[in-house]
């Protein structure tokens, strides 16, 4: 089983490239973001260390859980915070991932796990990975996308863009390139291509 680490700027088309490879047989996609949210419902150890962190802020709601909103608006806000809540959340997950991983390598029904990060050189997710994956758009198309997908405004989007990696700093450390800036057909021949080398170098 082959263990791929897929990354990119945010507005680069992730989703339509996972959503392909989670159909095919004998692979399987987990997101970090979806793992982060499970992580921190009430009941888990990350919740209450989130509880004991961030028990002072306007971030719970009435039930008692996380308002996702809230904590985004909190985070990005505070530096010193942000610290903070991916302190607790990040070394969580990648707990969470490497059982995953050891779990499918003992049961070897998969050919290839890929994670999906947003962070995933910044966590040294390379040094877990067989390999990292890039997809790469242009950030003319991701600003575009940005703003019609999700309602964006421009200073939004600048914010996040700068908070990011730069592609040299992306493609430096990332083994596949997707170029997504053309259609659906040309990424996936891309994808094939890369499915391919994996597949003959066993």
């Given at each position: 089983m082959y263990f791929i680490g897929i990354t990119g700027g945010v507005g680069a088309g992730k989703s339509a490239i996972l959503s392909y490879l989670e159909q095919k047989?004998?692979?399987?996609?987990?997101?970090?973001?979806?793992?982060?949210?499970?992580?921190?419902?009430?009941?888990?150890?990350?919740?209450?260390?989130?509880?004991?962190?961030?028990?002072?802020?306007?971030?719970?709601?009435?039930?008692?859980?996380?308002?996702?909103?809230?904590?985004?608006?909190?985070?990005?806000?505070?530096?010193?915070?942000?610290?903070?809540?991916?302190?607790?959340?990040?070394?969580?997950?990648?707990?969470?991932?490497?059982?995953?991983?050891?779990?499918?390598?003992?049961?070897?029904?998969?050919?290839?796990?890929f994670l999906e990060a947003a962070l995933l050189i910044e966590e040294h997710y390379d040094a877990i990975c067989d390999e990292l994956w890039y997809i790469n758009t242009s950030e003319d198309n991701r600003r575009a996308r940005l703003r019609e997908s999700r309602g964006y405004s421009e200073e939004k989007i600048q914010s996040i863009f700068e908070s990011q990696l730069s592609e040299e700093e992306y493609r430096a450390t990332c083994k596949v390139v997707i170029d997504n800036n053309g259609t659906k057909e040309a990424s996936y021949e891309q994808i094939e291509k890369a499915l391919r080398r994996k597949a003959d170098e066993q």
């Open positions: 047989p004998g692979f399987r996609v987990m997101l970090a973001d979806d793992i982060a949210h499970m992580l921190m419902r009430p009941g888990t150890d990350c919740f209450s260390k989130i509880r004991q962190a961030f028990g002072d802020e306007d971030i719970f709601e009435a039930d008692g859980s996380l308002c996702s909103g809230m904590v985004a608006e909190v985070i990005f806000s505070d530096e010193a915070k942000r610290r903070v809540m991916n302190g607790i959340v990040h070394p969580a997950v990648k707990q969470y991932v490497l059982e995953q991983v050891r779990l499918e390598r003992e049961k070897g029904e998969l050919s290839f796990l």
